[in-house]
T-cell receptor, first 107, second 115 residues
Framework: DAKTTQPTSMDCAEGRAANLPCNHSTISGNEYVYWYRQIHSQGPQYIIHGLKNNETNEMASLIITEDRKSSTLILPHATLRDTAVYYCIVRPGDMRFGAGTRLTVKP | DSGVTQTPKHLITATGQRVTLRCSPRSGDLSVYWYQQSLDQGLQFLIQYYNGEERAKGNILERFSAQQFPDLHSELNLSSLELGDSALYFC??????????????FGPGTRLTVL
């Protein structure tokens, strides 16, 4: 099972792009990269997922390196409401969520 | 709103007691997952059910049990409660099983406080 590593915390200025990195160097060919976020003590919210191609939806963009060993979640115009813990996980496999990255968007 | 509902929102009980947490998945979702999140901790996977059958097991204590009923709602039973069981308990649902990977949709959680 692939394991992910993420920075513990990051800051971002409001209105700027937030780029959250994730390493998953042991990911296997059939495993997807998923991103979720958890705002305060709410239930985690699905953001986006991908296998090998870059993906974009109304919330964010996901950039996956060609070797698939790392990825970056991009929030193009961060707002204060994007302050949350962001989790990068790989599926199928480990059902756990790690510690994630605590993103703080500052005015 | 994810479409997953959990009841109750808050539960306060005493050590040694037993409680039941309830989860209703999104309409049509066959998989239900339970997670525990203690204060400032990550989400710990407890157990997954798919269409009434246990599909995967995580760090679930023997004092805890779960089941998924024919109408697909699920219940998590916690017995002989200890202070350390105080946590947020989240339920998530997804359409299928874990393969191919399914997007999980989480409920708002039940906050359990054991005094």
């Amino acid at each position: 099972d692939a394991k992910t590593t993420q920075p513990t915390s990051m800051d971002c200025a409001e209105g700027r792009a937030a780029n959250l990195p994730c390493n998953h160097s042991t990911i296997s060919g059939n495993e997807y990269v998923y991103w979720y976020r958890q705002i305060h003590s709410q239930g985690p919210q699905y953001i986006i997922h991908g296998l090998k191609n870059n993906e974009t939806n109304e919330m964010a963009s996901l950039i996956i390196t060609e070797d698939r060993k790392s990825s970056t979640l991009i929030l193009p115009h961060a707002t204060l409401r994007d302050t949350a813990v962001y989790y990068c996980i790989v599926r199928p496999g480990d059902m756990r969520f790690g510690a994630g990255t605590r993103l703080t968007v500052k005015p | 709103d994810s479409g997953v509902t959990q009841t109750p929102k808050h539960l306060i009980t005493a050590t040694g007691q037993r409680v039941t947490l309830r989860c209703s998945p999104r309409s049509g979702d066959l998989s239900v997952y339970w997670y525990q999140q203690s204060l400032d901790q990550g989400l710990q996977f407890l157990i997954q059910y798919y269409n009434g059958e246990e599909r995967a097991k995580g760090n679930i204590l023997e004092r805890f049990s779960a089941q998924q009923f024919p109408d697909l709602h699920s219940e998590l039973n916690l017995s002989s409660l200890e202070l350390g069981d105080s946590a947020l308990y989240f339920c998530a649902s997804s359409p299928r099983t874990s393969a191919p990977p399914d997007t999980q949709y989480f409920g708002p959680g039940t906050r359990l406080t054991v005094l």
